[in-house]
């Protein structure tokens, strides 16, 4: 069946260093990919999506890749802060508004300053 | 404008009890999901209602679980005769018709002591 992995967390890091959230997914045919961020006491929100392969989605100075080659949509971010601190969730889904989203399980960020 | 709403916000219970859980879309989305997140399981996918189109039911975990949408709009999840495993945060969430952003409320925390 369709899935999504990624890597666990916690993950700790200082203020302005790289950051990367690996992802990969199990997937028939070609399903959107997004990341979706929960900040601290604060509800889901779409951080960044991409629909087809190479397309690139970017927010807030992330950026993932659609990578089909590789099955994969890693996170990116060149100089986090601390305000970036919370729990990303890398999801696939198929059909725009018709169908439902598959989460992975999470990944914790901390950023110290 | 008012995003999506949730009611309520906690909800304690004792195991053998129904609960309701509501959910208010953004108006005019005609998409309406509901989630689950668990330390345990993450994020998982209960069911979806697309317009006046029959619910795709094919993540709800037992027939203890069932949801209705009332004139397109509201949603509400009824959990019958609650088993302490059902403790988790319960996530509605709403996109429009051409659209694939899911937009979520801030949940509902379910605790069956």
């Known amino acids: 069946g369709n899935s999504v992995t990624q890597m666990e967390g916690p993950v700790t890091l200082s203020e302005e260093a790289f950051l990367t959230i690996n992802c990969t997914y199990t997937?028939?045919?070609?399903?959107?990919l997004f990341w979706y961020v929960q900040y601290p006491g604060e509800g889901l929100q779409l951080l960044l999506k991409?629909?087809?392969?190479?397309d690139k989605g970017s927010n807030k100075g992330f950026e993932a890749t659609y990578r089909k080659e590789t099955t994969s949509f890693h996170l990116e971010k060149g100089s986090v802060q601390v305000s970036d601190s919370a729990v990303y969730f890398c999801?696939?889904?198929?059909?725009?508004?018709?169908?439902?989203?598959?989460f992975g399980k999470g990944t914790k960020l901390s950023v110290k300053p | 404008g008012a995003g999506v709403s949730q009611s309520p916000s906690n909800k304690v219970t004792e195991k053998g009890k129904d609960v309701e859980l509501r959910c208010d879309p953004i108006?005019?989305?005609?998409?309406l999901y509901w989630y689950r997140q668990s330390l345990g399981q993450g994020l998982e996918f209960l069911i979806y209602f697309q317009g006046n189109s029959a619910p795709d039911k094919s993540g709800l975990p037992s027939d203890r679980f069932s949801a209705e949408r009332t004139g397109g709009s509201v949603s509400t999840l009824t959990i019958q005769r609650t088993q302490q495993e059902d403790s988790a945060v319960y996530l509605c969430?709403?996109?429009?018709?051409?659209?694939?952003?899911?937009?979520f409320g801030p949940g509902t925390r379910l605790t069956v002591l």
């Open positions: 108006s005019g989305h005609t998409a």
């Open positions: 999801a696939l889904s198929y059909g725009g508004s018709q169908g439902n989203l598959i």
């Open positions: 997937a028939t045919g070609y399903p959107s």
């Open positions: 969430a709403s996109s429009p018709l051409r659209g694939d952003e899911q937009f």
């Open positions: 991409a629909t087809k392969a190479d």
